[in-house]
């Protein structure tokens, strides 16, 4: 008893981590990102207004121009520009750039969110509209803001992670309720057998937050599902996040 009394006694006096003192120059430095980050709004939201109506899509850099998905991608850009919505990509390879070259070709702008990263990634050619971001979440919040509709093609982690963040604003009220398309069913059906199996059985979602979901095979079948939701919805197809929820800290 009295070991256990001394222990106790010896963990309850345990010092505490000092907080360090802020180093100025360092605090200045860091300051400064503040002004990057408020550059990169401004130039999104004046450059990418106008663009309205328009569809974000997402999908791997690492597929080549032979690859089927690829050709998807531009035949998918293609069918959504000449329906009247401008296209925006990351502004990357693979099935970003083949969105961007299928819009380019077609009669609405073709927009690239472009981004800064350690392996330099190469920006596409077919950007009527070209923005280059330092962070991701400035560069999330322009996918999100000006979209009528998510469009998913095959990808890997980047992609997941696009997905999850639309899903998760609905989810939460965070963003409007807009058209969240997954293209190409065989390669998503393992995830979404393991949303209902997993996820859903377990109660970490909603049967609601499954139908939130679509799958369509062709081009033609996503502007379809994206004109019959706003035919069904009673507000146009424009901006979903305004500026109070950005304020909100989205």
Not at 40 to 57: A, D, M, N, Q
Not at 96 to 103: D, L, P, R, T
Not at 131 to 144: A, E, I, P, Q
């Amino acid at each position: 008893m009295k070991k256990e009394k001394s222990q106790s006694n010896t963990q309850s006096h345990t010092t505490r981590p000092i907080t360090p003192m802020v180093n100025d120059s360092s605090l200045s430095r860091e300051s400064w990102k503040i002004f990057q980050i408020m550059a990169e709004f401004v130039e999104g939201y004046e450059r990418l207004v106008h663009i309205k109506p328009s569809v974000s899509i997402f999908g791997s850099a690492r597929t080549h121009p032979s690859h089927p998905y690829y050709k998807l991608a531009v035949e998918m850009g293609e069918h959504l520009s000449n329906a009247g919505f401008s296209v925006v990509t990351g502004g990357g390879p693979g099935v970003m750039e083949g969105a961007n070259k299928g819009a380019y070709h077609g009669s609405s702008l073709s927009v690239g969110l472009n981004i800064e990263l350690p392996a330099h990634e190469i920006t596409n050619q077919y950007q009527d509209i070209s923005l280059r971001f330092r962070h991701f979440f400035t560069r999330k919040v322009m996918f999100v803001k000006y979209a009528s509709a998510y469009v998913v093609l095959p990808g890997g982690f980047g992609t997941l992670d696009e997905l999850a963040e639309i899903l998760s604003l609905i989810q939460t009220n965070k963003a409007r309720r807009i058209p969240v398309i997954l293209v190409h069913p065989p390669f998503w059906r393992g995830l979404f057998e393991w949303f209902q199996e997993t996820l859903l059985k377990e109660e970490m979602i909603d049967n609601e937050d499954l139908a939130l979901i679509t799958f369509a095979n062709e081009p033609k079948e996503v502007v379809e599902a994206i004109q019959k939701f706003y035919e069904e919805t009673p507000h146009a197809p424009t901006t979903l996040i305004e500026e109070s929820d950005i304020n909100s800290g989205i």
